[in-house]
């Protein structure tokens, strides 16, 4: 699991290119696949982070398995929530 | 090209559940497979709306290709804007 977090990418409300970057510096570092995830309102950003990172960044990444799912989470008052769930993977 | 269109749920400003009846009445009309596309800040929607068929509607659908790409699209002052784009296959 530690393996797995040290690959992902968490896109939620800072700006997009704040995990542009963050996906940039893990590659320069060495890895050669990521895994952005998001949820909810966030997976419009994922998607642009994604494309950013092709479209401006490095030309040659492949798109691997995106996935879309649901998480069900706990709202403040208790109650159950779905929310809706992508994960792109990007490889060098 | 006609075709496609006729298999196509191009998911906007609508509430999410207005997308999702289209889907159920295309294949309640006979389809077996429809595509779900959206662009910008309504890829979120679009992913809870594939979501919400298969959640609440159809339990057996399966999920074909889910692409995501950049459409250039031109602003009110002629400005060429990137924006990414989604299309997720449903198949009955």
Known sequence: ???ENDNTIFVGKKPSMSYVL?????????????????RGRSISKAVD????????FIPDIKFGDIKI????????TKEKI????IEITLRK
Not at 24 to 33: A, D, L, M, R, V
Not at 70 to 76: F, H, Y
Request: glycine share 4%; proline share 0%; charged share 25%.
């Open 1 to 3: 699991m530690a393996e």
């Open 22 to 38: 963050a996906a940039i510096t893990q590659f320069s570092e060495g890895k050669n696949e990521i895994t952005i995830k998001a």
């Open 49 to 56: 982070v994604s494309q950013i990172i092709k479209n401006k």
């Open 69 to 76: 799912g649901t998480d069900q989470i706990e709202s403040e």
């Open 82 to 85: 779905n929310v809706s769930t």
